[in-house]
């Protein structure tokens, strides 16, 4: 019989911590908020994940980066469940997760709908180029006063 290694599902969490969002490699899937639960059910370990949006090219990939990250660690028997309800929203990124954006260039999302600042020189001037940036879930920005473009994460 081969032996599991059973991990408190707060050593889970630590270890999924370590597992990027592949779109945004500074930000964990943790502080992302696609981890939505980890449970033990016996000898298999269930992390149900939930995607930013429906049909995220990236779960995939983040499926198998956690998978890895758990292997490494002598978790074999993961079962990954993708829950689509309650849909993924912007209020499940961390504090820690919001400051890791804004210091990698990416606004964090505001519920006024437009970033406050602009994560660069972190003047209030900015202004809305596009809807549309570099994923599907950010909008582009310009600072008018640094006049540097940068990403804002939408609110969904």
Same mark, same amino acid.
């Given at each position: 019989?081969? %032996?599991?290694?059973?991990? *408190?599902? &707060? !050593?889970?969490?630590? @270890?999924? $911590?370590?597992?990027?969002?592949?779109?945004?490699?500074?930000?964990? #899937?943790?502080? @992302?908020?696609?981890?939505? $639960?980890?449970?033990?059910?016996?000898?298999?370990?269930?992390?149900?994940?939930?995607?930013?949006?429906?049909?995220?090219? %990236?779960? *995939?990939?983040?499926?198998?980066?956690?998978?890895? !990250? @758990?292997?490494?660690?002598?978790?074999?028997?993961?079962?990954?469940?993708?829950?689509?309800?309650?849909?993924?929203?912007? $209020?499940? @990124? +961390?504090?820690?997760?919001? %400051?890791?954006?804004?210091?990698?260039?990416? %606004?964090?999302? &505001? #519920?006024?709908?437009?970033?406050?600042?602009?994560?660069?020189?972190?003047?209030?001037?900015?202004?809305?180029? +596009? &809807?549309?940036? *570099?994923?599907?879930?950010?909008?582009?920005?310009?600072?008018? $006063?640094?006049? !540097?473009?940068?990403?804002?994460?939408?609110?969904?």
């Amino acid at each position: 019989m081969v %032996a599991v290694t059973k991990l *408190s599902t &707060q !050593e889970v969490w630590a @270890l999924l $911590d370590k597992v990027p969002d592949p779109e945004i490699p500074v930000i964990s #899937v943790v502080d @992302l908020g696609v981890i939505r $639960d980890v449970q033990w059910n016996g000898n298999t370990l269930n992390v149900t994940i939930t995607p930013t949006y429906s049909g995220c090219p %990236a779960m *995939s990939v983040i499926a198998l980066d956690i998978k890895t !990250e @758990l292997a490494k660690n002598g978790l074999e028997n993961v079962h990954l469940k993708t829950q689509i309800a309650p849909a993924w929203t912007t $209020d499940w @990124l +961390s504090a820690k997760g919001r %400051a890791k954006l804004e210091e990698y260039g990416i %606004a964090p999302p &505001q #519920v006024s709908g437009g970033p406050q600042r602009c994560p660069n020189c972190k003047s209030a001037h900015v202004k809305k180029i +596009s &809807q549309f940036g *570099s994923t599907p879930c950010k909008a582009q920005w310009q600072c008018v $006063d640094c006049l !540097e473009p940068f990403d804002y994460f939408k609110c969904i």
